[in-house]
């Protein structure tokens, strides 16, 4: 992998299938839908899904931790952000105390601004952050620190782009009983639960490296002045190769109770030249999924394609993932692409 500093922008999607599976649930456990109901996901639900892949294949490694996802204490409460923020920053070697320790006081009183520079240095070394931003709030006796770091990877929210949205509901009985031995009903309890039949989630995404330039000069600045220099961490060339990989993996490795049968189906992403100022419309709309008479899948990206055509001096390669043993991929054949098998990452 690349640690280079990455700086071209891209654009891209992802295609989730789900068969008989509950990907993105709402508070009544069912899959979300619209007010036509038309079945859709949040972009939480595959950011999860890709801070989850990292964190379990990459923490541990320099500049790979992820702050913002659940995890829990000795006595299994969940950390609030100030204790996952502090476990972060005792875990990273070489990174600058937290913001509410001696050293960070003493430095927040010589300079107004010590302690936000510290806690953006802090932030910009977690990837979940260097991808996706973050809102961050911290305070103590000594400084208070307010954040916000526009991410360079922005996800929209994904549609059910197959002609059906079909979901039914079955029962499930609980093992146990939920009364006491002196209730009327000692009976086991009884619950149901909601999947969707088929469904082909649509995600576009955009990756502009530019979003952190302004922190990166913040920093760079307060930095030169400082006796004891931290350079921040820059969104790099590793950190899209893994993010390319958690898009083609992530779903599927997740693989939870309600999650099984939502897997990645496909992934295309458009890296433009250096200094492309070209702004692409929303996959998600472009796209149409299908079944074919033979029951594979197919994916209709006529309509990406033309676009990319449109612009195809401004574009430096297009990627594509798919699983060619059950999925078609219509509409891209006059671009040059590099196709990759989805199963094995391998070119085809």
Do not use: W
Not at 22 to 45: E, I, M
Not at 115 to 144: E, P, W, Y
């Amino acid at each position: 992998m690349n640690s280079a500093k990455f700086n071209n922008r891209v654009y891209g999607c992802s295609v989730i299938r789900s068969i008989n599976s509950n990907f993105n649930a709402d508070f009544t456990h069912s899959p979300r839908t619209l007010p036509d109901g038309t079945v859709f996901a949040t972009d939480k639900a595959l950011k999860y899904a890709i801070k989850d892949y990292i964190r379990k294949n990459y923490q541990g490694q320099e500049g790979k931790h992820v702050l913002y996802i659940k995890r829990f204490n000795n006595d299994m409460v969940p950390y609030n952000l100030e204790e996952a923020y502090d476990s972060m920053v005792s875990s990273v070697i070489g990174m600058k105390k937290s913001v509410i320790t001696e050293d960070s006081a003493k430095a927040a009183k010589k300079s107004k601004g010590a302690g936000k520079h510290a806690a953006l240095i802090n932030l910009l070394n977690c990837i979940d952050v260097r991808m996706f931003g973050a809102t961050f709030a911290k305070q103590s006796k000594t400084d208070s620190v307010n954040l916000s770091i526009h991410g360079p990877v922005q996800i929209g929210h994904a549609i059910n782009r197959f002609n059906e949205n079909i979901m039914y509901t079955e029962d499930i009985l609980s093992p146990f009983r939920t009364g006491t031995e002196e209730d009327d009903k000692q009976n086991a309890t009884i619950g149901n639960q909601t999947n969707l039949q088929e469904g082909h989630y649509v995600y576009h995404f955009s990756i502009n490296p530019k979003n952190l330039e302004d922190y990166y000069r913040l920093v760079e600045n307060n930095e030169s002045a400082s006796e004891n220099p931290q350079t921040p961490s820059f969104l790099s060339t590793e950190d899209i190769d893994i993010f390319k990989e958690s898009m083609t993996k992530a779903v599927t490795y997740l693989d939870s109770s309600r999650k099984i049968g939502s897997e990645n189906e496909m992934a295309l992403f458009v890296t433009l030249n250096e200094g492309s100022t070209k702004v692409l419309p929303g996959f998600t709309e472009l796209i149409d999924v299908k079944r074919d008479k033979d029951k594979k899948v197919v994916i209709n990206a006529m309509k990406v394609g033309e676009v990319l055509t449109a612009i195809k001096s401004e574009i430096e390669k297009i990627e594509l993932y798919y699983n060619p043993v059950d999925t078609i991929i219509e509409g891209l054949d006059n671009l040059k692409i590099e196709k990759y098998n989805l199963l094995n990452s391998q070119k085809m």
